[in-house]
């Protein structure tokens, strides 16, 4: 498990079980919540629409082995469903926003039933941008209700009644695989539920999501070129684990998300211009558009590169840098080739040409 949510998760339980801390303990959660919130809205925000109904680990055992929109409908249906139906008795958001059509979901329960293909399938019909919307929702109604909870009510358990009104709402289904979740959460009290629900399945949740998506990045790389437009190396980028690289759908660059259409400036033009990178353009020298800002970091250090294969191309580049990586790591690296373009490119000259 993540060590650092699952630490804070710790403390989080911790500072609940005393009066005197509880309301920190609140505090902390709800932090955890948003840190695990930020990586569900990158996910959902980064991806094309086809990440979120394949199953990279279908056969593994485990959450890793459904599909990311399954998962972003599983937690946050079963927040809705323990939140509302059982703890405040209120409707669920999925009624109260009418999601289940704007997300177009063929069913109301938490999705445990689903086995394998069907997982598939059930994920190919969610439209993933009402989905997110949901998940919002639920998630601000649930910090509205932890916030305002006391440190009496955490003992607060569930009876019979509680049950039946569960069984009669149909978000469980009869399911061996699902039905067994009435009796785990009534047997349970609020604190329980905390413990549970709204916090540690969470964290198990949002991990398999890291795992599929870092999964799908690694298949959309597969057999790409790994010199991307602006001149980095895909192969020895520090983000190559989770970025499926700008020649791909599944471009994550942390600059190219900084742009509302995800795309990266260098990346269009050069498919504006049909070149296959910045390195075979002739306005190469003086360029300043995109990653190639004169107040972007990493400018100096991707134009000497580019620089560099333009000059010898893209096996004589990736060769280079396996040789510095033997040395340095990737930010190292750049900012070794990054103090100035020339300089940059004379070191890479003099590692292509040194007997290392
Ligand atoms: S961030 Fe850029 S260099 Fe790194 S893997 Fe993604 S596209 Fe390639
Ligand atoms: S103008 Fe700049 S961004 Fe566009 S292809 Fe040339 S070097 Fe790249």
């Known amino acids: 498990m993540n060590a650092e949510w699952s630490e804070k998760n710790k403390r989080v339980q911790i500072l609940l079980g005393k009066e005197a801390t509880y309301k920190d303990g609140i505090e902390l959660l709800l932090e955890l919540r948003k840190d695990l919130f930020e990586q569900i809205t990158q996910i959902v925000n980064g991806y094309p629409d086809q990440a979120f109904y394949q199953m990279p680990f279908a056969k593994a055992k485990g959450y890793h082995s459904k599909t990311l929109a399954y998962s972003v409908w599983h937690i946050f ?41 069907e997982i598939a399938e ?36 569930f009876s019979d009644a509680n049950k039946e009104r569960l069984i009669k709402s149909g978000c469980v289904s009869p399911d061996e695989n699902a039905v067994w979740l009435i009796d785990y959460w009534c047997n349970k009290d609020v604190r329980g539920l905390i413990k549970m629900p709204f916090s540690r399945h969470w964290i198990m949740h949002v991990e398999a999501m890291q795992r599929i998506k870092n999964k799908l990045c690694q298949n959309a790389r597969k057999g790409v070129d790994p010199v991307a437009y602006c001149g980095f190396s895909c192969n020895h980028c520090f983000l190559s684990e989770w970025c499926g690289s700008c020649r791909t759908e599944y471009n994550v660059c942390s600059f190219a998300t900084l742009y509302e259409d995800r795309k990266c400036p260098n990346v269009v033009c050069c498919q504006e211009k049909k070149i296959d990178g910045c390195y075979e353009c002739s306005e190469l020298e003086g360029c300043t558009k995109g990653f190639y800002r004169p107040d972007n970091d990493g400018a100096a250090a991707a134009k000497a590169q580019a620089m560099f294969i333009r000059k010898y191309g893209k096996q004589a580049f990736l060769k280079v840098h396996d040789k510095l990586h033997e040395r340095f790591d990737f ?9 100035d373009v020339s300089e940059g490119l004379k070191i890479l000259e003099h590692e292509m040409n040194s007997g290392n």
Not at 86 to 115: H, M, R, S
Not at 122 to 140: I, Q, R
Request: avoid cysteine; proline fraction near 2%.
């Open 77 to 117: 249906r079963i927040e809705d469903i323990v939140m509302h139906t059982l703890i405040a008795k209120d409707e669920q958001i999925l009624v109260t926003g009418d999601y289940q059509k704007k997300i177009g979901a063929p069913i109301i329960t938490t999705g445990n039933e689903l086995q394998g293909p």
């Open 331 to 339: 930010t190292k690296t750049q900012e070794i080739l990054g103090q």
């Open 122 to 157: 059930f994920s190919k019909k969610l439209n993933v941008k009402a989905l997110s919307e949901y998940a919002t929702e639920v998630m601000l109604s649930t910090n509205t209700f932890l916030t305002g909870l006391e440190y009496s009510q955490l003992k607060t358990g």
